[in-house]
């Protein structure tokens, strides 16, 4: 039975990964979004990846083989040892929010209790714990010294994780 997996590019290798499916008969989606760059001379509307680096193929779990072994693929995304699997709905939700002419943009996934940074606005490079995530989004700041929190809501378009630093 054919399932949906993500599949992980190297960098900027999403369309030559699609082309390079389409070749091998591997159904496979890259969900584009249009958007405005700007260079030095002038600004053009591209055709880029909605998730950088990732391409989503539907293939035979035992067939993961054919995918690793395409040009510009990195690697196959798993959890715990078991290629993780993408439902159907929501690949085809996806692809109704892109070809149904609203405009997503793709943001960061933020769980309770994850360090961010502000990237954006008058708070711009203060640090924080996110608080909640069913409403708009909350970041809370805590000052240890005082044993005090005190909470702001801000979107997450303003926010990045803060990578933890492992020592090996």
Partial sequence: MKQWIAV??????????????????????????????????????????????????????KD???????????????FQNKIAVIPEI??????????????????DYFVIGDEVEVIGGPLRGMLGIVSRSDTPDKLIIKIDAIQHAVAVQIESKYLKPVKANYVN
């Avoid at 591997?26 to 055709?47: A, C, F, G, N, T």
């Avoid at 993961?64 to 798993?78: D, E, F, Y």
Wanted: proline share 6%; net charge positive.
């Fill in 8 to 61: 992980y590019t190297k960098p900027r290798h999403e369309k030559t990964v699609l082309s390079q499916f389409e070749e091998k008969g591997i159904e496979s989606y890259l969900p584009l979004i249009r958007q405005k760059h700007r260079w030095s001379d002038r600004m053009k509307w591209v055709e880029t990846p909605i998730f950088k680096s990732y391409i989503f193929a539907c293939v035979e779990l």
């Fill in 64 to 78: 993961n083989l054919k995918v690793l072994q395409t040009q510009g693929v990195h690697h196959i995304i798993k």
């Fill in 90 to 107: 929501q690949i085809v939700n996806l692809r109704k929010m892109i070809e149904g002419g609203f405009d997503p943009y793709p943001s």
